[in-house]
């Protein structure tokens, strides 16, 4: 094959366990988000506004969803010939097979992949991040710094630097040290999960890492302190733009809070960077003439007769007369009927809320499962 400039390849086999029933059929990058897309969407949007044409995307916890939204790659230009989308299980081989491990260890399995292409750079990417970034930005900066490894950080508040891979970097923006989320943190610039890789070196370090008994086989805790340990050239790549790890319910429902902000960094409506999807044909949305819209997003298919405030209704939702829903998100073909209220709630795919109904108590959030019928007066907080 031809050689390429910049393979991308994409983590997307993480259960997402703290986002609870979110992830209980599918992988975190394929939950619903924003009314029409998916997780994933926003890494693969942004590979493909960064004219990156190859892509790979590691599946392992309950991959059909993902399979099934992906499919070629068609709606993110990745339909190509030569190149495109290629979905990366794991699989076994004549010298045998396993899970995928760790971070490194699910590139190092699928270094055959990344040989065919014989890419100059590699780009790893978090499949379950909302933000939008110009990757070629991020790759000038690792050609101008003729680095090994580039880092993509952001600023965050101190009291949540421990969760995260903590760079420490002199005047010119060179990591002289790193810390996997540091108990007591000295520094609050923030690895994003986001790594340029000169491919010769990175190759290199996998091969290592992956012969190492004692390694996890994890970018943070392993490879990347090697590298710096070795005096290989690792730079920071300083991203002031909005970024979101939605781990959590509390920080999913945030993220759809902060779609709504009048201070809106996202931007889903701009059509100078989109967010592309899989959507499938369906007819526009009603709003009835006693409904009432406020700061709120509906997206096809929709039938609102009641009122939305502050609230994210995805494809195919029906809400009935006399209905109040604030500070939700209700997800594709949910039907809330007649005289009811939800407050500060998440209801899944396909859920059904009888009449005369309150859920939610406007503090913590309430989320419904898939497919669940809420009877007539049952009352959830």
Same mark, same amino acid.
Request: hydrophobic share 40%.
């Given at each position: 094959?031809?050689?390429?400039?910049?393979?991308?390849?994409?983590?997307?086999?993480?259960?997402? /366990?703290?986002?609870?029933?979110?992830?209980?059929?599918? %992988?975190?990058?394929?939950?619903?988000?924003?009314?029409? $897309?998916?997780?994933?969407?926003?890494?693969?949007?942004?590979? /493909?506004?960064?004219? !990156?044409?190859?892509?790979?995307?590691?599946?392992?916890?309950?991959?059909?969803?993902?399979?099934?939204?992906?499919?070629?790659?068609?709606?993110?230009?990745?339909?190509?010939?030569?190149?495109?989308?290629?979905?990366?299980?794991?699989?076994?081989?004549? %010298?045998?097979?396993?899970?995928?491990?760790?971070?490194?260890?699910?590139? $190092?399995?699928?270094?055959?992949?990344?040989?065919? $292409?014989?890419?100059?750079?590699?780009?790893?990417?978090?499949?379950?991040?909302?933000?939008?970034?110009?990757?070629?930005?991020?790759?000038?900066?690792?050609?101008?710094? *003729?680095? #090994?490894?580039?880092?993509?950080?952001?600023?965050?508040?101190?009291?949540?630097?421990?969760?995260?891979?903590?760079?420490?970097?002199?005047?010119?923006?060179?990591?002289?040290?790193?810390?996997?989320?540091?108990?007591?943190?000295?520094?609050?610039? %923030?690895?994003?999960?986001?790594? !340029?890789?000169?491919?010769?070196?990175?190759?290199?370090?996998?091969? %290592?890492? *992956?012969? #190492?008994?004692?390694?996890? @086989?994890?970018?943070?805790?392993?490879? !990347?302190?090697?590298?710096?340990?070795?005096?290989? =050239?690792?730079?920071?790549?300083?991203?002031?733009?909005?970024?979101?790890?939605?781990? =959590?319910?509390?920080?999913?429902?945030?993220?759809?809070?902060?779609?709504?902000?009048?201070?809106?960094?996202?931007?889903?409506?701009?059509? #100078?960077?989109?967010?592309?999807?899989?959507?499938?044909?369906?007819?526009?949305?009603?709003?009835?003439?006693? *409904?009432?819209?406020? @700061?709120?997003?509906?997206?096809?298919?929709?039938?609102?007769?009641?009122?939305?405030? @502050?609230?994210?209704?995805?494809?195919?939702?029906?809400?009935?007369? @006399?209905?109040?829903?604030?500070?939700?998100? !209700?997800?594709?073909?949910?039907?809330?009927?007649?005289?009811?209220?939800?407050?500060?709630?998440?209801?899944?795919?396909?859920?059904?809320?009888?009449?005369?109904?309150?859920?939610?108590?406007?503090?913590?959030?309430?989320?419904?499962?898939?497919?669940? =019928?809420?009877?007539?007066?049952?009352?959830?907080?």
């Amino acid at each position: 094959m031809a050689k390429k400039n910049m393979v991308a390849m994409i983590l997307a086999g993480g259960q997402g /366990s703290r986002l609870g029933l979110l992830t209980k059929h599918m %992988a975190k990058p394929a939950v619903p988000f924003g009314g029409k $897309y998916r997780i994933i969407d926003f890494a693969l949007s942004n590979c /493909s506004n960064s004219g !990156i044409d190859t892509v790979g995307i590691l599946t392992q916890y309950k991959p059909q969803m993902l399979n099934a939204h992906i499919g070629i790659g068609t709606p993110w230009d990745l339909d190509r010939v030569h190149g495109g989308a290629a979905m990366l299980p794991p699989y076994m081989s004549e %010298a045998g097979g396993d899970w995928y491990k760790g971070t490194a260890n699910a590139i $190092y399995q699928n270094l055959n992949f990344l040989d065919d $292409y014989n890419p100059e750079y590699v780009l790893i990417l978090s499949g379950d991040h909302i933000y939008k970034m110009d990757y070629r930005k991020m790759l000038a900066r690792h050609i101008d710094a *003729a680095a #090994d490894a580039t880092i993509a950080v952001i600023e965050v508040p101190l009291a949540e630097a421990s969760r995260f891979g903590i760079m420490h970097t002199d005047e010119d923006g060179v990591i002289t040290a790193f810390e996997e989320k540091p108990k007591e943190p000295k520094s609050t610039l %923030a690895s994003m999960g986001i790594y !340029i890789f000169t491919y010769e070196k990175l190759r290199k370090y996998l091969i %290592a890492d *992956a012969e #190492d008994p004692a390694s996890e @086989n994890d970018f943070g805790k392993n490879v !990347i302190p090697t590298m710096l340990e070795k005096g290989e =050239t690792l730079v920071a790549y300083r991203f002031s733009g909005y970024w979101k790890d939605v781990g =959590t319910i509390q920080s999913y429902w945030e993220a759809h809070m902060d779609l709504l902000s009048p201070e809106n960094e996202v931007k889903l409506f701009s059509n #100078d960077w989109k967010i592309y999807t899989d959507t499938a044909a369906r007819p526009s949305q009603y709003i009835g003439p006693e *409904a009432r819209l406020e @700061n709120s997003i509906v997206t096809e298919g929709c039938v609102i007769l009641g009122q939305l405030v @502050n609230s994210i209704v995805f494809p195919g939702v029906q809400v009935g007369k @006399n209905t109040r829903i604030e500070n939700s998100i !209700i997800m594709e073909n949910s039907v809330v009927d007649d005289n009811v209220i939800i407050s500060k709630s998440i209801l899944l795919e396909n859920v059904r809320v009888e009449s005369h109904n309150a859920i939610g108590n406007g503090r913590e959030i309430a989320v419904i499962d898939a497919g669940k =019928t809420i009877p007539s007066q049952a009352r959830m907080g």
